[in-house]
T-cell receptor
Framework: AQSVTQLGSHVSVSEGALVLLRCNYS??????LFWYVQYPNQGLQLLLK??????LVKGINGFEAEFKKSETSFHLTKPSAHMSDAAEYFC????????????FGAGTRLFVKA | SQTIHQWPATLVQPVGSPLSLECTVE??????LYWYRQAAGRGLQLLFY??????ISSEVPQNLSASRPQDRQFILSSKKLLLSDSGFYLC?????????????FGPGTRLTVL
């Protein structure tokens, strides 16, 4: 069985500050891990994914995430927040070869203050 | 390239009325297809997934149903809507037998049941 927990339903940062969105997962098999972003009234877009290659994964819009097996974490970071980063972010986990079920976290809404 | 369409974009329906939401995918064959519901302030709830024509798996027992009459068409239906059916409905697809399980989302349908 798999699960994912996103710590903090809301995160607020100032423009130019570090963005850190936390995600912890649970999986009985080696996982695939994802971060998706959702802008208001739109579908989700893939930001980045971990599939067992490099543990530091770089995505679009300057985001990156590091897979830490010992901590069962996959936190999302961006060195400098931009106003356009304001959105909801979802961490997700699926099982390699598990096919069809991706488990999504509850989401973290990121607010960026000018 | 692949694209995914959903319609309608918004819908307001009275309690007890029927529902039909449609999703179509272009540019790929035999995709896995998914219906999710996103309630206000909550994460994504997987409702149905399909690995082929006529093959539907239900994740949550409810008054909704899904059908896949064609390879790239996925329909979400209800005979009688409930107030609790209000939400943002997202359709998604992934590659069949895909090794990384990335899902690609449509723009969503905002359903309000009054």
């Amino acid at each position: 069985a798999q699960s994912v927990t996103q710590l903090g339903s809301h995160v607020s940062v100032s423009e130019g500050a570090l963005v850190l969105l936390r995600c912890n997962y649970s999986s009985s098999v080696p996982p695939y891990l994802f971060w998706y972003v959702q802008y208001p009234n739109q579908g989700l877009q893939l930001l980045l994914k971990y599939t067992s290659a490099a543990t530091l994964v770089k995505g679009i819009n300057g985001f990156e995430a590091e897979f830490k097996k010992s901590e069962t974490s996959f936190h999302l970071t961006k060195p400098s927040a931009h106003m356009s980063d304001a959105a909801e972010y979802f961490c997700a986990v699926s099982a390699r070869g598990g096919g069809f079920k991706t488990i999504f976290g509850a989401g973290t809404r990121l607010f960026v203050k000018a | 390239s692949q694209t995914i369409h959903q319609w309608p974009a918004t819908l307001v329906q009275p309690v007890g009325s029927p529902l039909s939401l449609e999703c179509t995918v272009e540019g790929t064959s035999n995709p896995n297809l998914y219906w999710y519901r996103q309630a206000a302030g909550r994460g994504l709830q997987l409702l149905f997934y399909s690995v082929g024509i006529g093959q539907i798996s239900s994740e949550v027992p409810q008054n909704l149903s899904a059908s896949r009459p064609q390879d790239r068409q996925f329909i979400l239906s209800s005979k009688k809507l409930l107030l609790s059916d209000s939400g943002f409905y997202l359709c998604a697809w992934s590659l069949s037998g895909g090794s990384t399980d990335t899902q690609y989302f449509g723009p969503g349908t905002r359903l309000t049941v009054l």
